[in-house]
């Protein structure tokens, strides 16, 4: 139990468009879900925290207007990149944790890598 | 915010040996202390984990310690196997995981057949 399913797992586009990613829970509800961000043999820095039917919460120095996470359900997170630019690659991951869980862990996606031409 | 700290970034055991990562927290209130593998290109995946009011846990071949007072939580894994190389993350969070995670470094760990 408790799979985190993320897609596309890989995406390549021409800089200055958008590409959305989704954060799917199979078996459980996510009230909260995290978005991150790894850059080759760095470790995960929190982009964002999104919380199902509220606004999300940036981390200091994520441009909230350029990342756009939509939490729309108890299963279903977006994170949209937009106007995407060559340093805007890198290795994006969402985690999930499962609504009234006796143990609060976060599951983590298979993560989608972003390359910008 | 949280600050965490990992050493060391690489670290090459023999295998059957022993292989132990520590880590440090600034943010005394953090209560929750989990260890995650990741493999390269995939998930991280749990380990273990540790919350404040225990000193150590232990899973089999692997067991994790913490120190309040000295602000720092450790990884140990015995008997390593190949199988074990990969890249390790600590990390501490509040509320006992339901908030954000702050990672560390990660070290990447090499098991020598």
């Known amino acids: 139990g408790a799979v985190v399913s993320q897609h596309p797992s890989w995406v390549i586009c021409k800089s200055g468009t958008s590409v959305k990613i989704e954060c799917r829970s199979l078996?459980?509800?996510?009230?909260?879900m995290f978005w991150y961000r790894q850059f080759p043999k760095q470790s995960l820095m929190l982009m964002a925290t999104s919380n199902e039917g509220s606004k999300a919460t940036y981390e200091q120095g994520v441009e909230k207007d350029k990342f756009l996470i939509n939490h729309a359900s108890l299963t279903l997170s977006t994170l949209t990149v937009t106007s995407a630019h060559p340093e805007d690659s890198s290795f994006y991951i969402c985690?999930?944790?499962?609504?009234?869980?006796?143990?609060?862990?976060?599951?983590f996606g298979a993560g989608t890598r972003l390359s910008v031409l | 915010g949280e600050n965490v700290e990992q050493h060391p970034s690489t670290l090459s055991v023999q295998e059957g040996d022993s292989a132990v990562i520590k880590c440090t927290y600034s943010?005394?209130?953090?209560?929750?202390f989990p260890w995650y593998k990741q493999e390269l290109g995939k998930r991280p995946q749990l380990i273990i984990d540790?919350?404040?009011?225990?000193g150590e846990k232990k899973d089999q071949r692997i067991a994790v310690t913490l120190n309040k007072t000295a602000k720092h939580f450790s990884l140990h894994i015995t008997e390593t196997q190949p199988e074990d190389s990969a890249v390790y993350f600590c990390a501490a969070s509040f509320n006992f995981g339901n908030e954000k995670l702050t990672f560390g470094t990660g070290t990447r760990l090499t098991i020598i057949p």
């Open positions: 078996d459980f509800q996510a009230t909260t």
């Open positions: 985690s999930a944790i499962p609504a009234g869980a006796a143990k609060n862990i976060q599951y």
């Open positions: 540790i919350r404040s009011n225990v």
């Open positions: 943010d005394s209130a953090s209560n929750y």
